[in-house]
């Protein structure tokens, strides 16, 4: 394994007598996408911040490719960095934001014009040096952001939810193109996010992130599907949660609304104990495959166009899941009975 | 109904502003009995000591514009990106010269900056000149300062100034390239509206014993029939180029991007 490029040592921070980041670990890998995905409020734009510099850790160390640069000033760092607001200097045109790094460092103006031809050629706006960010759309003004972030070759980007103020579609192509040009550049990216699907689509890693904490790292594979936490699994995609209690433990047997499913495997629990199982939708379906079963009645219908969004009830528990539209299939009827189908697989036993 | 009361507002209005002026106006012109000329202007525009105090006024606002601009500037936008708990403080001290007479400040800075005392800034000429310069950029502070604050709320300096801090600039490059470009106009207006002030500033000139074009419209007004109204027509004219001034800048600017947030 390669050496980590940025790490992140027991950070904390705090203003005043509110500690909003607590111990915070993290190495990335050279090349690296990571996000850092969360609520508002759960400090992943402070970590942000104090990788670019703009904050000082009240503890612990950041080290980038391998120097100390927890007490250095933002702009000794050689960090990029894309804002959600684009930030583009308005009294100067889009070929001048993009050359103000390279103008800062001193660079000849023949160095510049030809960096700043190559960053538009790399953002697909080749023609808009002599604009001023107000004659530029949104998307337009993100992605001359992000060229003049990347023109002076910093050795990390970062990218404080660049998304977040473009309309949907626009955030989506974007999304895809700062991927690309990340791949391409292979330079090592921290991007904040609170959108789970930006977060699950582009990264290599995620960091969940909930009161100051990393809750779970890992691929957004593995965090989707084996969410370490009860915060990870809740706020990482949509599930039904199902509280039953523990009939046999060893073979994982619990009881929910009177019917009892066997998970085989060991639940860890006293027998009585009460346990929550986590299922995610696409794991359930009216008489579909899947070694489980639970019967309820159709509580709900919603008929989304290409997808059917079914509600179940289980005794007091319910359990959502889509089904794609088929013209010779009718969607259930509401207070019909209903066996939902599901594999023992699927189901996540939650922790505390 | 409103229309008529509208139309009785404006009669009011020409009749205590717009008459005289124009009272005044008419004057002005009729220096040669029987028949309108511009007499009175042409013997202002001789008159010697008019160019000597014009200029002289001219001079000190331009040095009252650098410093008032390099002392609020730097500060209004210190204030709003560091200290925001600050700014009713801020404010409240850049609205005191309206509210305390500019006869108090002189007597104030005569008696604190006398040749007596720890800085005898009146015991020179050019000391003299440096604290009527002080003095005209406090009577333009309130000006000054929410010119350029209006200014900096319309840029978000923060994220701004992060920008430009994350690719390597220096807080001179900072404030040279990215912030002060941004408040040009309003610094511009702030600018006019000293000078406005500057040039009809009679007070603190007068009591500070300099040749300022304050006095001096004073001085003619006791002395002269027809050239104190030529005097005022022309003091209007310069603060209403200036007013224009500040609408034409403010119009050929590149506006700014739309707001986030």
Redesign the interface.
């Known amino acids: 394994m390669a050496e980590p490029f940025l790490n992140i040592e027991h950070v904390r921070k705090s203003f005043g007598s509110t500690t909003v980041v607590q111990d915070f670990n993290l190495a990335v890998e050279p090349g690296e996408f990571v996000s850092f995905l969360g609520p508002s409020g759960c400090g992943k734009t402070t970590v942000l911040r104090m990788v670019a510099g703009f904050e000082e850790p009240s503890a612990g160390k950041i080290v980038i490719g391998g120097k100390d640069v927890t007490h250095l000033k933002p702009n000794q760092r050689n960090i990029g960095m894309v804002f959600q607001a684009y930030a583009l200097f308005p009294n100067m045109t889009v070929g001048q934001n993009i050359g103000f790094g390279l103008r800062v460092a001193g660079r000849s103006r023949a160095e510049m014009d030809k960096r700043v031809k190559e960053m538009l050629a790399l953002i697909r706006l080749p023609d808009l040096a002599d604009r001023y960010p107000y004659q530029l759309s949104g998307g337009q003004q993100q992605r001359v952001a992000l060229a003049r972030a990347l023109a002076p070759a910093p050795k990390l980007l970062l990218l404080d939810e660049p998304l977040s103020a473009l309309d949907a579609k626009v955030r989506v192509s974007l999304r895809d193109e700062i991927r690309q040009i990340q791949k391409d550049l292979g330079i090592t990216t921290v991007f904040v996010t609170h959108d789970q699907e930006e977060a699950l689509s582009i990264s290599d890693r995620i960091v969940v992130m909930y009161g100051g904490k990393a809750e779970q790292v890992g691929a957004p594979f593995e965090i989707y599907n084996r969410p370490a936490t009860r915060f990870v699994a809740s706020f990482v995609g949509t599930l039904n949660m199902l509280n039953g209690k523990v009939v046999d433990p060893k073979a994982g047997t619990v009881e929910i609304d009177g019917q009892k499913i066997t998970l085989g495997r060991d639940l860890g629990k006293p027998v009585g104990a009460a346990v929550t199982l986590a299922l995610r939708p696409e794991a359930a379906a009216i008489g579909g495959p899947g070694d489980l079963s639970l019967k309820g009645t159709v509580a709900d219908v919603s008929f989304l166009g290409s997808v059917i969004r079914v509600r179940a009830a289980v005794g007091a528990s319910r359990i959502s899941f889509d089904r794609f539209n088929s013209p010779t299939t009718p969607p259930p009827v509401v207070g019909e009975p209903c066996d939902i189908k599901f594999s023992a697989g699927d189901v996540l036993v939650l922790g505390d | 109904m409103t229309r008529a009361f509208a139309w009785a507002g404006f009669l009011i209005g020409s009749m205590i502003f717009i008459l005289p002026l124009l009272g005044m106006t008419e004057f002005s012109l009729s220096m040669r009995r029987g028949e309108y000329s511009f007499d009175a202007y042409a013997s202002v525009l001789a008159d010697p000591q008019f160019r000597a105090t014009f200029t002289y006024s001219v001079v000190m606002a331009l040095f009252t514009i650098v410093f008032g601009v390099l002392l609020v500037v730097p500060t209004a936008y210190w204030v709003r990106l560091r200290m925001p708990g600050l700014r009713p403080v801020v404010e409240f001290i850049t609205l005191m010269p309206l509210v305390i007479p500019a006869i108090v400040i002189v007597f104030g800075y005569i008696r604190l900056y006398n040749t007596s005392s720890w800085l005898p800034l009146t015991g020179s000429d050019l000391g003299t000149k440096v604290l009527l310069m002080c003095g005209y950029t406090c009577l333009a502070l309130p000006y000054m300062y929410r010119a350029v604050d209006t200014g900096l709320r319309a840029?978000?300096i923060g994220?701004?100034t992060?920008?430009?801090?994350?690719?390597?600039?220096?807080w001179t490059?900072i404030f040279g390239?990215?912030i002060l470009?941004?408040v040009?106009v309003s610094v511009l207006s702030g600018a006019f509206l000293t000078f406005a002030i500057v040039i009809g500033e009679f007070t603190l000139a007068a009591l500070l014993n300099q040749p300022a074009f304050g006095p001096y419209l004073q001085l003619v007004g006791a002395n002269k029939a027809y050239e104190p109204s030529a005097l005022a027509v022309i003091s209007f004219g310069i603060t209403w180029l200036c007013m224009g001034l500040i609408q034409i800048v403010a119009r050929l600017a590149?506006?700014?991007?739309?707001q986030?947030?």
């Open positions: 840029i978000d994220t701004l992060e920008a430009a801090q994350s690719l390597g600039a220096g490059t390239r990215v470009p941004n040009f590149p506006k700014p991007p739309a986030l947030h």
